[in-house]
C-alpha cells in the first residue's frame, strides 16, 4: 500500500481540476497545467480532492500510483502557492543585476555571464541572493541548478554561486614550513 499514493489532494480555493481520458487538467488563478497519466491509475475528482487509485496489483502499478500523486500534488501548490529556491552570491565584485528578461552576472570571468530566463520563471536580485520563483517544481530546480553551476562554489575561501541553506565544506590552505 502506497502512503503518498492514498492520501487524498485537497484543492485550495481558486484551483479547479478536472479528468479526462487520463489527462487531470489543474486550473489556477494564473494558469493551467496538465499531467497525463498515460491512464495508469484510477482518478477520481469529488468534494474538492483529487483520489488516486490502482489500477492492477503490480510492483510497477503501485509505483505509478505514488508517483502519479506526487506529480499532481506539486502542480496543485504550485498553482497555489508556487515554489522558490534562493541562491547566494560570494565573492569580491561578484554580483548579478535583472535586465529585461536576462539574468546578468559578474563572476569573476574576463565576461559577463548571461542568462536568459525562461518563461514562468521570475527572478529578481536582492543585494548578493538570487530568488526564483515559478508554477513548476521542476523548472525552478533546473533554473537554480544551471545558475549555480555557472560558478560552483570553492571550498577554500567559499567564492561561488551556492544555495542559501546550503553548507559549504571549508578545506584548510597550505601550511607553511617552518
Same mark, same amino acid.
Given at each position: 500500500?502506497?502512503?503518498?499514493?492514498?492520501?487524498? *489532494?485537497?484543492?485550495?480555493?481558486? #484551483?479547479?481540476?478536472?479528468?479526462?481520458?487520463?489527462?487531470?487538467? *489543474?486550473?489556477?488563478?494564473?494558469?493551467? /497545467?496538465?499531467?497525463?497519466?498515460?491512464?495508469?491509475?484510477? *482518478?477520481? @475528482?469529488?468534494?474538492?480532492?483529487?483520489?488516486? $487509485?490502482?489500477? +492492477?496489483?503490480?510492483? &510497477?502499478?503501485?509505483?505509478?500510483?505514488?508517483?502519479?500523486?506526487?506529480?499532481?500534488?506539486?502542480?496543485? @501548490?504550485?498553482?497555489? &502557492?508556487? =515554489?522558490?529556491?534562493?541562491?547566494? *552570491?560570494?565573492? #569580491? $565584485?561578484?554580483?548579478?543585476? %535583472?535586465? +529585461?528578461?536576462?539574468?546578468?552576472?559578474?563572476?569573476?570571468?574576463?565576461?559577463?555571464?548571461? =542568462?536568459? !530566463?525562461?518563461? +514562468?520563471?521570475?527572478?529578481?536580485?536582492?543585494?548578493?541572493? !538570487?530568488?526564483?520563483?515559478?508554477?513548476?517544481? &521542476?523548472? %525552478?530546480?533546473?533554473?537554480?541548478?544551471? @545558475?549555480?553551476?555557472?560558478?560552483?562554489?570553492?571550498?577554500?575561501?567559499?567564492?561561488?554561486? /551556492?544555495? %542559501?541553506?546550503?553548507?559549504?565544506?571549508?578545506?584548510? +590552505?597550505?601550511?607553511?614550513?617552518?
Amino acid at each position: 500500500m502506497s502512503r503518498v499514493g492514498k492520501e487524498p *489532494i485537497t484543492l485550495p480555493k481558486g #484551483v479547479e481540476a478536472s479528468v479526462a481520458n487520463g489527462v487531470i487538467t *489543474i486550473k489556477g488563478a494564473k494558469e493551467t /497545467k496538465t499531467l497525463d497519466t498515460l491512464d495508469r491509475v484510477n *482518478i477520481e @475528482i469529488s468534494d474538492g480532492k483529487i483520489v488516486f $487509485g490502482l489500477k +492492477g496489483e503490480t510492483k &510497477q502499478d503501485r509505483a505509478f500510483w505514488g508517483t502519479y500523486r506526487a506529480l499532481a500534488n506539486n502542480i496543485v @501548490i504550485g498553482l497555489s &502557492q508556487g =515554489f522558490e529556491k534562493k541562491l547566494e *552570491i560570494n565573492g #569580491v $565584485g561578484y554580483r548579478a543585476a %535583472v535586465n +529585461g528578461n536576462k539574468l546578468e552576472m559578474a563572476l569573476g570571468y574576463s565576461h559577463p555571464v548571461i =542568462f536568459e !530566463i525562461p518563461k +514562468g520563471i521570475e527572478i529578481s536580485v536582492d543585494k548578493n541572493v !538570487i530568488s526564483i520563483k515559478g508554477a513548476d517544481k &521542476q523548472q %525552478v530546480g533546473q533554473v537554480a541548478a544551471v @545558475i549555480r553551476e555557472f560558478r560552483p562554489p570553492e571550498p577554500y575561501k567559499g567564492k561561488g554561486v /551556492k544555495y %542559501v541553506d546550503e553548507t559549504i565544506r571549508r578545506k584548510a +590552505g597550505k601550511t607553511s614550513k617552518k
